[in-house]
């Protein structure tokens, strides 16, 4: 049987330390038809070298050096340049199991699907090794809205993506929590997902990671704006219930701005802006949310006009 070529595309920005496992595991994958491509962010220390020298021994790599634009920046860069019938994106720090491609690929396949997603497990020197979200025990298809029980899984590293999925969507550039703000319009697209059951993507957790930096500072606002653009998006499309979902989601994140980030000059324009989201959010969810207790739409009342007395309280 004709395999398809599947594109890898690898964001590298300063990890030099980790950059030899992650490649290896990509080049040691039993599904040999790749195109690998590493986009250098701009490194400063030895990882745009440690590429060169990759991209020396296997055809398959091609590397791409650029000033530093940011993990959207180059995780755009390397779509642009994909010629693959499938898309994987794996993180330069993290590493794959030698069948993780294959095994999706398969599942994809076999079950014609649009997108395909492993288990992730989570590592590092300072916490224990865990499964990431709510992982599949065995290969499980979800049609229709049964689809979006992955919003909360919304990372793209542990997925393989049919292309045309991207022809009208890129990574916001700039912007943290990248794969929140996309991953609701590449599942309204997909017809099926396929959950392959199996661990195979190993996320690194490491201080100096996005991920790993303190949580409630200003880049907690990107969280929050990727959250209304869910939720937006899905109120538009009338998914229900994951519109609904979405709003309350888009509370707790305000909630935890409003008791965690300290008010001043540099945030002001970010409470101002989050007002505003959550207000329409608040009006939606009175309006034509489901399901809705009444304590729930107290504290919603609570964060909408009196933020202050509801962060005392929760």
Known sequence: ???????????????????????????????????????????????????????????????????????????????????????????????????MIQTMFDSLKRNQCDIAVCNMIRFGDAVDSVKFYYPAEREQVLAGTERFQTLNQPSVCNKLFCSELFNNIKFPKGKYYEDTYVYHELLYQAKKIVLTGKDSYWYRARPGSIVGKKRYTSQYFDFIEAVYCRARFLEEKNVQPYWTEACLSLYAAYANAEKNIEKSEKTKVYFQQLKKEFAWAYRKIMKRGKNIGMKQKIRLMLLRYFPRIHSRIY
């Open 1 to 99: 049987m004709c395999e398809d070529l599947i594109s890898i595309i690898v964001p590298v920005y300063n990890v030099e330390e980790f950059l030899d496992q992650c490649i290896k595991s990509v080049l040691d994958q039993s599904y040999k038809k790749l195109e690998i491509i590493l986009v250098d962010d701009g490194s400063t220390d030895r990882s745009g070298k440690i590429c060169d020298r990759y991209q020396m021994t296997d055809a398959r790599i091609k590397v791409i050096h650029k000033e530093n634009g940011g993990l959207s920046d180059a995780r755009n860069t390397g779509l642009r340049l994909a010629k693959g019938k499938y898309y994987s994106f794996i993180d330069s720090d993290d590493y794959i199991s030698s069948e």
